[in-house]
T-cell receptor, first 114, second 111 residues
Framework: KAGVTQTPRYLIKTRGQQVTLSCSPI?????VSWYQQTPGQGLQFLFE???????NKGNFPGRFSGRQFSNSRSEMNVSTLELGDSALYLC?????????????FGPGTRLTVT | SQQGEEDPQALSIQEGENATMNCSYK?????LQWYRQNSGRGLVHLIL?????REKHSGRLRVTLDTSKKSSSLLITASRAADTASYFC???????????FGAGTILRVKS
């Protein structure tokens, strides 16, 4: 079974621009969560989607948004990029919603904002 | 804010030795998970232990959970160079709404 895939793997953007990251979960997984990882803040939860609905959202500004499609693929968007948005963005999928189950992570998208 | 805090922050051992990492958390949990991350890549799930379990094994990994002390430990026996990675504990937050990760322990296994 193919793992979680994320595209693109690397991205360089300029302050003020916007970016869209994509995540394809493991086949059959309907729950997708997004995390931001930085050296200073560590791994932080962004949001979780299940059956095209956002179930939970972390403590991030409204510039961070996401959505999930009927095939469970998910995208996250960051508008008006700031230097502090430079991070590794990780997507994880799970069979069931919530966080009492094993999460399968993708390789991440490394975003650099200049 | 972080729910789990790992200790030590970094650990360096020789191949064949055992490695023990500890995790403490603040509020009651439903479960605690351990993940491994190699050099800024995706996380790999190692073990999930539920709040009503005290110990769990998986190959060379042994996890214990003490809910009275709000702590967990991960033991890797007979370590290998390939075990070099960052290890994170993660718990569901007090509302069960999200997975909260600790800062991680960087393990280096020297061959």
């Amino acid at each position: 079974k193919a793992g979680v895939t994320q595209t693109p793997r690397y991205l360089i953007k300029t302050r003020g621009q916007q970016v869209t990251l994509s995540c394809s979960p493991i086949s059959g997984h309907r729950s997708v969560s997004w995390y931001q990882q930085t050296p200073g803040q560590g791994l932080q939860f962004l949001f979780e989607y299940f059956s095209e609905t956002q179930r939970n959202k972390g403590n991030f500004p409204g510039r961070f948004s996401g959505r999930q499609f009927s095939n469970s693929r998910s995208e996250m968007n960051v508008s008006t990029l700031e230097l502090g948005d430079s991070a590794l963005y990780l997507c994880a999928s799970s069979l069931r919603p919530g966080h009492s189950y094993e999460q399968y992570f993708g390789p991440g998208t490394r975003l650099t904002v200049t | 804010s972080q729910q789990g805090e790992e200790d030590p922050q970094a650990l360096s051992i020789q191949e064949g030795e055992n490695a023990t990492m500890n995790c403490s958390y603040k509020t009651s949990i439903n479960n605690l998970q351990w993940y491994r991350q190699n050099s800024g890549r995706g996380l790999v799930h190692l073990i999930l232990i539920r709040s009503n379990e005290r110990e769990k094994h998986s190959g060379r990994l042994r996890v214990t959970l003490d809910t009275s002390k709000k702590s967990s430990s991960l033991l890797i026996t007979a370590s290998r160079a390939a075990d070099t990675a960052s290890y994170f504990c993660a718990t569901d937050d007090e509302h069960g709404n999200k997975l909260v990760f600790g800062a991680g322990t960087i393990l280096r296994v020297k061959s």
